[in-house]
């Protein structure tokens, strides 16, 4: 469907409606007018899919009942596939299959990417498909130091996405993000201790050089 502006995915014309109700409006009407949203991935939204190790689908079957799944996966394992395409090997896992189903009749989807650690997130609006016999996607798609198995392919073509505020984003960091903190502190703990422990091997030799001294001198 023809939007005029790119963010008419979700701006909805009740969702109009609301705004015009409540004050913002015309604060979103003029972001529109000035470009707005994207539906291009740029080399910063290519960077901020690239660092991310999990991130929230959402699909809704024909009846539009909702659901979201949680993907993960290494850093990067949602990969960027030109400027409007995603794709991300689908691992085995509890073989509900809800999206499987859902998008075969129901191929609109949703892309929540969120960065605790940076306060920063990311929705992407789109449309997806899983691909189950395309062996040279799936091998581009697979991490060879990952220890799952891929069954098949979600491509994700974009729509549209938007870069939200950092309000009320709590920052929580992943073990691999506080692993470079955790060594720096260790390190200097390492450190101080060496220094003390120098320090009172130090103070042990002046001590007995002291009394080796003053036995010496009784001995005379």
Partial sequence: MDREHISDIAFTPAVKA??????????????????????????DLAAFIAARDSFYMATAN????????????????????????????????????????????????????????????????????????????????????YDAQPERALVFTVEAWDVNCPRHIAPRFTEREMAPAIRNVLDSSVQQFQARIDALEAELAAAKAAL?????????
């Fill in 62 to 145: 024909a009846a539009g009942q909702p659901y979201i799944q949680h993907r993960g996966g290494p850093p990067g394992f949602l990969k960027v596939i030109d400027a409007h395409t995603l794709a991300f090997a689908d691992f085995s896992g509890n073989r509900q299959y809800i999206s499987l189903g859902n998008l075969s009749e129901n191929d609109r989807a949703f892309l929540f990417l969120m960065d605790y650690a940076g306060r920063r997130r990311v929705k992407l609006w789109g449309r997806a498909r899983f691909v189950e016999d395309d062996a040279a996607l799936l091998a581009q798609l697979a991490d060879d130091g």
């Fill in 212 to 220: 080796a001294a003053m036995g010496g001198g009784a001995g005379g």
């Fill in 18 to 43: 609301a705004q015009d109700r409540l004050g913002s409006r015309a604060g979103y009407a003029r972001m529109e007018e000035k470009g707005g949203w994207s539906d291009r991935v740029t080399p």
